[in-house]
Structures are given as structure tokens and as C-alpha cells.
């Protein structure tokens, strides 16, 4: 059939997350994503900032659709931003709290997947402590269904680092001249990753991450950044800064002498910042830990962006569960036709 | 007053299910609806088939309506398939999950349905671990609100039982000419008590039941099926195969000697299988055990019809919901008419 | 700048709950709002009433708007009620369940509150163990989310109050020559506390609470009220009897000596009902003890109008739901234009 050959193709791992068009079908990581797709999804987010702040905030993009929130690690805010999200673009959500343990076999969880796709599901979100679950979800068992990773083990969080850009985009225009500092527990953060990996994708020329040894990667100058170990030398120069949430489970397991000690060597408070730019935006995930990886002081001044990021994060998630279902129904289509 | 007669009829044991006009108004168990009604559900639920696979999955036959999730036994698949019938009918939905213990008074059960009902709930859905509840609650205190089980005991699974009768009628046609054999804990199963009474009043000619005599229930004959101890005697010819999921929990209480040994004489392989007729479809409710019940192998075969179902599920819940929604509509319409 | 007066007048603790024209735009308790406010709720409460006994149960008002159901105590019966008038005004709904323990830091509970808010929020409907929770949150975080209290500590439960004052106007036809009695637990009662400042400031010449010594708050005359420790004396020429739920929890403290003895002299029989005018409504804010605040011989009588109470609190809910929010949308919109 002459048409195997371009549908093989579509599902390869690299292009996992396209259609046979290029088109996003699912939002796995940011990895393998082109500048020029990237910048799609912070277009169309851009256009779903307006919808927030209507007096009626509804498109009726999702209308009839099924979202299932798939979260076998309970994340009780992130669900709610892709919940809001999904209802805000007219969809069904059916939210599923799945213990780890009554899937713990990959059996189970295909069947449990199957099952929900046979209920004509047409997106799923899905949180998971593996890395490499959505892929593994998007890989296997969805014919029909957009796959949305909503954070998987350290892997990614791709929505994240997404609403990240958009809100460094809104406050510096572009990537091209930029410098941008994450600081922290790059070791565990899926955020991380996929913030190096947005960044670098829409032509930030100098991405740095500023950490202890004991919470960096090995070999991360792979990953196209330069690590520095010392605060002062780190922000130099710096337009962005970006904290990460300390894991406080982390702390337990030895990995730095105290959650004091990294307030006094990372944590961001007002005078550290003055060693980056005057006018550099600070940023944070959240939730923040006041104190540890950053001060009041600072999470609340002017440079402060934190509360942007959390508004961007819905009109981001509208964008990318718009596209992957628009990618998704132009697959399907295409598909369809070439059978006989 | 002249209109008492046939209201009180209505509300008689055999037919509380049907308003005066003999149509749906409460979905509580096969027994008692006619083949005709059974039929009507079937060829309800065959049009919802259509919306499922729609790009809009929706249809507004119960907007503005409020249908409650009464969950007094814990069970998220039923619920979710419960959750999205509705939402797809475009009824409001509420979820309650009630523990049992804090309404183990019947008194306090009975007041808490009346606070649900004077919020103008129109349909009770209610699982319950205690046989006869939705009946009980269709009676006593919902003269305005529709009762749908879904599943209580080891009593029944009527909306179950009929997603495996559209199923089998997707596949073969219809039951007139069909043997159908049920495999497994009779005993416990409120899906085989339903199934039973499903083909029975749909014209099957034979029905058979294969199991050890520790799971069958006393004077099983009386239910109009054939009883097989021996899986190969009971497949012999047999078009449909249904398999029970084995609850474990059974196992425990020594009515078998154990897993290994159910799955050596009734654990359905493929090599099992080929005793039934060559085109006979595997049937199963889910959740599979695979290796207990039913092989892998079995279990995605082609002969396997097990995710049909699940689709069928669906449909089959918004047809047995808008029939009773309209059914009730009915009955009180015209109980208000004969009022001076 | 000339409008900051008024702003600020706005936003004072007295007028904390209104806009600058002085429509409600927070709900918090019924303290501070004036009698001409409190009847245009009963007024728009009674034209949901005919929303609830359509067949399509929904109004647009709410369309496109979030409103976020932030339950720190947990309670499936309010959030519920809250959940459905919110739907039923075409309102997306969002339950949050928040453990008190995780946000224990004040810091960090207005983090929560802001990320909320950030989100494009319209509205909390705040229950909290603390009293002035739903005040606090008003006050210092939401300039642009309306807050519901829906009960909070031992202070207020202003729905609750609401929906009973239109359950007596619906029987009683106005306020004015009203003997109405409170009985049970008034000091642990937020309910009671709303009670009687909604029944004073509709105009009810006589308000009574009944309770033994250590059941009565501290200068309880000062809310307005007669005292009784006596029910007989209580109950005599009495239009509305008000039960309150005794909290079980509140009797292990020794604050009675029993159950039965609070039954004895305090526990609503029909006898002990007779003592009241014969035409007198009995209410119970639910859900009741039967045999312990009420017999079930009163509860279920033709004087009871419980459940009517219950009808009524989804029409009270739309209202002050609808209402607070065209309230702070006027505030909004007025507080743009004086923007240069």
C-alpha cells in the first residue's frame, strides 16, 4: 500500500508528536519541536490571553470533546489549570485519580488506557512519576487520542516551560539577545529540562544554570549551557531569572547540607538580584517556598513575574490542547482517506 | 377520585419500572420489561453509537436536567462511563461518593435521598453494595426522579447486562438461533444474574452456565439456563462466550483451591476456545484478569468483542437515561392532568 | 485624584461586602447589610424558584464565568448545593479540597489564593474552620474575584440564614408580626448567629433563643434577642420554630450531661410542639438528628417545612451568586473609567 510509507514515518519516535502535515498531534516534550512550531503555540496562547480576560471566557474549540485528566501522581494544581483550561474551550473533562499501585503491572495500564479509549476519548492529560509514560502512552495505545504530558518523572513538563517563554516573550519581546539564568535543583526537574530545551529551540544565545554539583546533571554542558557554581558570577549580565521550587524531599536525602545553607548560597533575595540586570524579570513555577529559594522580597516586587506565568499557563494549555486535537482530527482525516 | 386506580398500579412491585403508558421510567433490573422494551433500549442505544463517533458528541436530550452520581460503593469505571453518558446528553452532573457507614440508618439514607430530590435532581444514578437499594429508593422516595442501577449486590447490572446484549446483536444479528454460554463465579455475579435474564427475554434458545458447583447459586436451573461443570462439554457450539471477572477477594474464602487451579479448568485460553464454534465472539465486563479468566491471547484476539462493550457501555447509558428521563417526564405530566 | 475616596469607602470593613453603588458584590454576612438588600435577594431568590421547577433547569447568567468552590472543611452537602446553583446559572465549576494542614501558613494560603485569582477566577465560595476566613480573603486578595461565604468557624453562614428567611416568607407571608424561637445550641451555631441578625434586620419584632446556660454565648441579649432556658415558656405563641443540628462532638465536652437529656428538655416532640402556635412552621438547617433536636413524628409532619428549606437554597445561592458578581463586575467596570 503506497501509503504505509508516509504513516510509518509519522509515527517514528522523533516525530512521534507530529502529524503526517507537521502539525502537533500530541505535546510530549519539547524536544524535536522546530523553532517555528514552538512559536505557533505561543501565538495561538497569545490569542487565548484575550478569552481570559473576557467577560464570558469560552471558545467553543473543544465542544463535544472528551478530555480525560489521567493523573496516576496526584497534582491537585496542575490539574486544575488543564481542568479550567479544558472547560474553558467548551470541552467534557472527566478527571481520573489513578493510584500508581492498581497499575503498577504495564498490563493493567494498557487495558485501563484501552478501555477509556473505547469510550471515544479524544485527549488525554496524563501526569505520571515514570519518565517516558505519555510517550509511552502516545507511542502504544492512542490511535485516536491526543496525548497532552502534564509532567512526567524528571523527564519534562513541556506546558510548563511553554508558559514560561510566552511570559519572557510578553516582557522581553524576543529570545534573540537574551541571557537566562535557571538556578537550583536542575538534578530532579523535569521543568528544568524542558525550559533549557524551549529556550535554546527559539534562539536564546546563552542559557546558564547555577547549582551546587550535588543538584546538577551529569555531563549537563550537553544539554547546551553553561553551569556555573557561584551566584555572583552566574547572574552577571543575566535578562531572566528563573528559580526552581526546592523538593524538600531532596534536602532529606543528603544531597546539600541544609535548607539554610542553600538559602544562603542560591536563594534569591533582593541584594542578589541586584548582581543581574536591573530591569531581569524573576520567575518561579510555583508554589513558591518563601525564604528558601526565594524571598518575599523578591517574589512580590515589581521584577517579580510569577503571577504572569500562572495566567499564562491557562491560555498556553488552551493553545497546545487546541492544536494537538486540530493535528490530531487532520490525521485521523488523512487517514481515512488513503484506506480503500 | 377515579384516577387512583392506575396510578396505583404504576407504583406496583413488577412494573415500578414503567409509567402508565408502559415506557421506561426507572432502569432498575431486566426481569419484568418486556422483549419489546429491551429491544427499544437497543435500538436507542444504536443511534447514540452514531454521536460517539462524531466530532461534536453531543446531544442536547437532557440539558438542564441534574443527574446525581449516588456512589455508596466506590467504583470510578462505572462512574466514569455513568459521568460521561450524561455529559454527552448534556446533563448537569454531580458526583457524591457516599461511605456507607454514614448512612448505615435507614432513616438517615432515606433523609439525605429527600435532600437530593428537593434540589430538583431529575435522575438518581446508584450503586449500591446491598441488594435491592435502587429499588428501594425507586419506591420509597423519588416520586420526580428518574432511578438508574448500576449494580447493587449480587443482585444486578441491568445497563451491563444490556451493553452485552447490543453487542451480541452487533455480531450475530440477532438471538433467535444463538447458544450462549457464561463461564465463572455465577455465584457472586450480578452481571450473570442480568445477563441471564437479558437473553432469556430476548429469545435465546439456550443458555448455559459453566462452573464449579461451589460457584453456582442454588437451583441455578430455575433461571432457565443449562449448568455445565466441565468447560469443554459446555462450549461445545456455542456462538457467544462469556467470561465473569474472578473477584479475588472469592478466592480468599476458600470456595476454590485457587487461582492456579480455576484457571487450569476454566480459565479461557485459546486453545480452550477452539472448543466453541470457530466464529464464536469472546465476551468479558472488565476489568480482564488476564492469565486468571482469560489469556492474553484470548483477550486480543479478533474473536474478542471485549472493547465493542465498552463503547457499547456508553451508548447503551445514554439511551437507558434519556428513555427513563422521558418515560418519567411522561408519568408525571399526565399524574398532574387528572389532579382537580 | 478624585475618585479615591469613594474607592476607598468601598473598601472599608463595614462595606466590605458592597460596590460603590452600593449592590452587594461580596457576600460574607449578613451583619452590615441593610433590610432593603436582604429583601431584593428573597426577591431574586424566588424567581430562581421557578428556574428549579422548569424542564430545562438553567439560566445564562453565569455563562463563561469560574467559579471556584475553595472548601478548607470539608462538607459534600454545601459544596454540593453550591456546585449545582452554580451550574445551573451555566457557571464552570472548579472544587477545590483543601486540607487545612497545608496551608497553615497564612503566607502560604495567599499564594494559593493569588495563583487562584491568576487564573481568571470570578468567584470563591470560601467554607472555612475559621471565623473571618471568607473576610480576610475578600479584604486582601481579590480585587477582582467576588467571594460567597459559605460558612465559616462559629461566626456566619449567610446562605444558610437566606434561604430560611424565604422558607418563613414563603409561609408567613412577611416579617412583621412575627414571634419566632431558636432553639439548641446557640453558642457553637453559626447558623444561629446568621439567623438572628437576618431575622432582626427583615424586621421580626420578636426573636427568641432557647438553649440551657451552657449552650448561650456570653452576652447573648446583646444580639437582640429574649432569652429562654425554659422550651415550654419558649414555644408559647411562637410562628416559626428554628431546630438547630446538635453538634455530637459539642456533647462529649460535657457542655450537657447527655444526648437524652437534651432530648428530654430541649428535643422538638409533637407534644412539646403543641406548647407553639398550631399553625407554626418547624425548620432545621439539616441534616437533622432524628430522636435527638427532632422527632421524626415533627419532622415529617405537615408543619415541617425542611425540605422546602432545601428547595430554597439553591434558589438563594443563584441569587446571591448572580447577583455578587454583576456587583463586582459594576465596581470593575467603574473602577477602569476613573483610571486615567
Same mark, same amino acid.
Given at each position: 500500500m503506497s501509503s504505509s510509507a508516509p504513516e510509518h514515518a509519522a509515527s517514528a519516535p522523533q516525530c512521534l508528536q507530529l502529524n503526517r502535515f507537521g502539525q502537533l498531534r500530541h505535546f510530549l516534550s519539547?524536544? =524535536?519541536?522546530?523553532r517555528e512550531l514552538l512559536t505557533e503555540i505561543l501565538d495561538t496562547a497569545d490569542s487565548f490571553i484575550e478569552v481570559g480576560a473576557r467577560s464570558i471566557k469560552k471558545v467553543p474549540l473543544l465542544r463535544g470533546k472528551t478530555v480525560v485528566n489521567l493523573f496516576f501522581e496526584p497534582s491537585t494544581r496542575t490539574r486544575s489549570t488543564f481542568e479550567l483550561a479544558a472547560k474553558r474551550l467548551s470541552a467534557d473533562v472527566l478527571n481520573m485519580d489513578i493510584r500508581t499501585s492498581s497499575t503498577s503491572k504495564g498490563e493493567s495500564l494498557l487495558d485501563m488506557l484501552r478501555n477509556m479509549e473505547a469510550m471515544a476519548s479524544d485527549m488525554f492529560v496524563v501526569r505520571h512519576a515514570q519518565s517516558g509514560a505519555p510517550h509511552f502512552i502516545a507511542q502504544s495505545v492512542t490511535p485516536n487520542v491526543a496525548v497532552i504530558n502534564a509532567g512526567d518523572g524528571r523527564h519534562a513538563h513541556p506546558t510548563q516551560a511553554m508558559l514560561d517563554m510566552l511570559t519572557i516573550r510578553q516582557h522581553k =519581546?524576543?529570545?534573540?539577545?537574551l541571557t537566562v539564568a535557571i538556578i537550583g535543583d536542575?538534578?530532579?526537574s523535569r521543568v528544568a529540562r524542558s525550559q533549557i530545551q524551549a529556550l535554546r529551540a527559539l534562539g536564546t544565545p546563552e542559557v546558564r544554570v547555577i547549582a551546587p554539583n550535588t543538584l546538577l546533571p551529569a555531563e549537563v554542558e550537553r544539554l547546551g549551557v553553561k553551569v556555573y557554581r557561584d551566584l555572583k558570577q552566574g547572574l552577571k549580565d543575566v535578562d531572566v531569572v528563573m528559580t526552581l521550587r526546592l523538593q524538600k524531599e531532596r534536602m532529606e536525602s543528603a544531597l546539600l547540607p541544609s535548607e539554610a545553607e542553600f538559602y544562603r548560597l542560591y536563594g534569591l533575595s533582593a541584594e542578589k538580584l541586584r548582581w543581574a540586570k536591573p530591569d531581569a524579570i524573576v520567575m518561579h513555577p510555583g508554589p513558591i517556598n518563601r525564604g528558601v529559594e526565594i524571598d518575599s522580597e523578591v517574589a512580590d516586587s515589581p521584577q517579580s513575574v510569577i503571577l504572569n506565568q500562572v495566567t499564562n499557563g491557562i491560555a498556553v494549555r488552551m493553545a497546545v490542547m487546541s492544536m494537538a486535537m486540530s493535528g490530531q482530527m487532520a490525521e485521523m482525516a488523512a487517514s481515512q482517506e488513503v484506506r480503500p
Open positions: 519539547i524536544e =524535536g519541536l522546530s =519581546g524576543s529570545f534573540e539577545n536542575i538534578l530532579h
